[in-house]
Each structure stands twice: as structure tokens, then as C-alpha cells.
């Protein structure tokens, strides 16, 4: 059973920078995507990006491409999990939202901005705050 847990979240000036992480264990096949969604208060929520573990290729909406980089570590951590970091720069009141990660073997990361809602894992999300 993939397990996903976001941290990283928190409150944080307009054009600043945060990190945001999620580890993720159990997956059973040699591919998978993990993506990240937000959900803006009173917004829907929004695929923003993603990455593949076959080849690193990424995905960025265009509400977030250029401020926004995703990446991976392969490598198990001593709690024999992978991490995906979603590094989020120049950070503005708007992105405020809880931001979760999904994972699905079944999907390409190019595809992501209309397949991110049949992501099959999620994680239960982290809050990014941005307020002056």
C-alpha cells in the first residue's frame, strides 16, 4: 500500500521560499508519478506539477512554471522511504493552499493536467500560508 506524507508547510512572506516534501513508501512496481496538487480556500483544487521516476521528466502548470521546482531522491532513507521536494520560490499570496502529493503507477507525468484527479494515492496535505 503506497503511504505519502507531506511536511514542509507554513507561514511565510510574500517572495520568500519554502520546501516542501513528501515521503512516500510502498510502491511495488518499477514505475510511478508523483504529483502535486493545491487547493486554494475556496478554490478547486490544481494539479501544479510532477515527476517521473523512470526518467526525472517533470510536469509545472503555468500558474507555477518558473517559480516552482520539483526533484526526487531515489534513495531510501533510513525509514526505507523515497522523497520528492517541491522547492517553491518567489512565493506570493495566491499560492496560498494546501498543497498534497499523489502518486499513480498507471499515468505520465505529460499527461498530468488532465489525469491528476485519478491519482489513486494521496497524502493528507500540508498548509502553505503566504502573508505579510
Known amino acids: 500500500q503506497v503511504q505519502l506524507v507531506e511536511s514542509g508547510g507554513g507561514l511565510v512572506q510574500p517572495g520568500g521560499s519554502l520546501r516542501l516534501s513528501c515521503a512516500a513508501s510502498g510502491f511495488t512496481l518499477d514505475y510511478y508519478a508523483i504529483g502535486w496538487i493545491r487547493q486554494a480556500p475556496g478554490k478547486e483544487r490544481e494539479g501544479v506539477s510532477c515527476?517521473?521516476?523512470?526518467?526525472?521528466?517533470?510536469?509545472?502548470?503555468?500558474?507555477v512554471k518558473g517559480r516552482f521546482t520539483i526533484s526526487r531522491d531515489n534513495a531510501k532513507n533510513t525509514n526505507d522511504k523515497y522523497t520528492v521536494y517541491l522547492q517553491i520560490d518567489s512565493l506570493k499570496p495566491e499560492d496560498t493552499a494546501v498543497y498534497y502529493c499523489?502518486?499513480?503507477?498507471?499515468?505520465?507525468?505529460?499527461?498530468?493536467?488532465?489525469?491528476?484527479?485519478?491519482?489513486?494515492?494521496w497524502g493528507q496535505g500540508t498548509q502553505v500560508t503566504v502573508s505579510s
Open positions: 515527476i517521473s521516476s523512470s526518467d526525472g521528466s517533470t510536469y509545472y502548470s503555468d500558474s
Open positions: 499523489a502518486a499513480s503507477s498507471l499515468f505520465l507525468c505529460s499527461d498530468y493536467s488532465v489525469v491528476w484527479p485519478d491519482f489513486s494515492s
